[in-house]
């Protein structure tokens, strides 16, 4: 007997292709972090955002007087999310989606190292202010284009210039941060196979897993639908 489609399949499959675009169309962004999320590898996206969360932590500790008892606690969340995500793309990348994340991340970690004098300055400098434009365009005279680097600054400079205009504070702008990391986890956990999450297993399982499995257990999986589970 032929399955019937489940109606509500197409809602699932956009739910499950979001990986930080609803969040940030949730708080009418679009139009300046769009890009950031629809690159079309999503571990260039990954690393793009796990530079500019970094960045913007730095910031708001230098800002802060070099303290950090006061950053959100969203603020915390998204460190040890965008460091869980960075994790998995150096250690296990057969996790997440297929594509040139590795190279890039090698890439990257190549282009920091060429500009590890002007990046010492600007994360242990804590009581003066830096320059995200000069920054930045030194950045893109760098030899090493296929870098994620540059986009990292690109995307800081944007997310740290919301605080203060209209109705953002910087609470919100890492409620917002912490939730493009969410929904990037249940992206990679959605789209990582059942085999792929066997083998965590064997040594006690990811966060990944344990989210896929979750997600699973209330109905957010496709490959549950495919298989009939």
């Not at 300046?32 to 910031?59: M, Q, R």
């Not at 890039?104 to 995200?132: G, K, M, P």
């Not at 490959?223 to 009939?228: F, N, P, R, S, V």
């Amino acid at each position: 007997m032929t399955r019937s489609p489940d109606p509500g399949s197409n809602d699932l499959h956009a739910i499950l292709s979001e990986r930080g675009d609803q969040v940030i169309g949730r708080e009418k962004c679009l139009g300046n972090f769009g890009w950031s999320v629809k690159l079309p590898d999503f571990n260039e996206s990954l690393l793009t955002w796990h530079i500019a969360t970094d960045i913007c932590y730095h910031d708001d500790v230098r800002k802060n007087g070099g303290e950090d008892a006061n950053i959100p606690p969203n603020c915390k969340m998204s460190i040890e999310l965008s460091n869980y995500m960075v994790y998995l793309l150096v250690d296990y990348p057969f996790l997440l989606p297929r594509g040139i994340g590795n190279e890039r991340y090698i890439q990257t970690c190549s282009a920091v190292n060429d500009d590890a004098t002007l990046l010492e300055r600007i994360i242990s400098d804590q009581h003066s202010s830096w320059d995200f434009g000069r920054t930045i365009s030194k950045l893109q005279k760098s030899r090493r284009k296929v870098s994620v680097l540059c986009a990292g600054f690109k995307l800081a400079k944007s997310l740290q210039t919301l605080v203060g205009r209209d109705d953002w504070e910087n609470e919100r702008k890492w409620k917002m941060i912490s939730q493009v990391w969410v929904e990037m986890l249940t992206y990679a956990a959605s789209h990582c196979g059942w085999k792929e999450h066997a083998q965590t297993l064997t040594r006690g399982g990811e966060l990944l897993t344990h989210v896929c499995l979750l997600m699973a257990h209330l109905g957010l999986s496709e490959q549950c639908l495919a298989t009939g589970l």
